[in-house]
């Protein structure tokens, strides 16, 4: 069935550090893919987005690129900042009218 | 605007007791949300709205009802509230299924 494999965490960096977080899906069709972010405290937000093969999201730094070849959308950052600590969701487009959330990504970023 | 609003912030139940949660959005959204999310567990979807007057189950739906009577809120009922049911819960909405906007969360404890 259609699902998502998100990398687990918890991922420590130090700040400047390059970050990559792995997220690979299988789904019938190609769907739209999302990062959400979830900060300590608060509702997750939307980060970026890509709705078709080798679109490139883009937002705060933040990029992914949505690789049909390999299904995945992998989440890069070129130097983090120890505000990026946060839980990271990779979040496909599966069909109806919902998402389905996994546990996310858990990133610490020590100054 | 306000975005997406929940009320109350912090609750505190005994088993048995009931309770009603409210969500709020200013945006003229078709689609609402309500998720709950516990350590290790990720989000999970209670149940959703694509329109005024409509309410559908999520994948976890026991133990919960929910009203959509007017198109700007949500509301979230525990009849006879449960120690499971300890957890945050958060309120969304979207123009479309897959771009929602997060409320800031109710904790709700449940003894």
């Known amino acids: 069935g259609d699902s998502v494999t998100q990398m687990e965490g918890p991922v420590t960096l130090s700040e400047e550090a390059f970050l990559t977080i792995n997220c690979t899906y299988t789904?019938?069709?190609?769907?739209?893919l999302f990062w959400y972010v979830q900060y300590p405290g608060e509702g997750l937000q939307l980060l970026l987005k890509a709705t078709k093969a080798d679109d490139k999201g883009s937002n705060k730094g933040f990029e992914a690129t949505y690789r049909k070849e390999t299904t995945s959308f992998h989440l890069e950052k070129g130097s983090v900042q120890v505000s990026d600590s946060a839980v990271y969701f990779c979040v496909p487009s599966l069909g109806g009218n919902k998402l389905v959330f996994g546990a996310g990504t858990i990133l610490r970023v020590k100054s | 605007n306000a975005g997406v609003t929940q009320t109350p912030k912090f609750r505190v139940l005994k088993t048995g007791q009931s309770m009603t949660l409210l969500c709020a959005q200013d945006m003229n959204h078709e689609y609402m949300y309500w998720y709950r999310q516990d350590p290790g567990m990720g989000l999970r979807l209670i149940h959703y709205?694509?329109?005024?007057?409509?309410?559908a189950k999520g994948e976890v739906p026991d133990g919960y009802n929910v009203s959509r009577l007017k198109k700007q809120n949500f509301l979230l009922g525990l009849e006879s509230a449960a120690p499971s049911q300890t957890s945050v819960y958060f309120c969304?909405?979207?123009?479309?299924?897959?771009?929602?906007?997060f409320g800031p969360g109710t904790r709700l404890t449940v003894t």
């Open positions: 969304a909405s979207g123009i479309a299924p897959y771009e929602q906007y």
């Open positions: 789904a019938t069709g190609y769907p739209s």
């Open positions: 709205s694509v329109g005024e007057g409509t309410t």
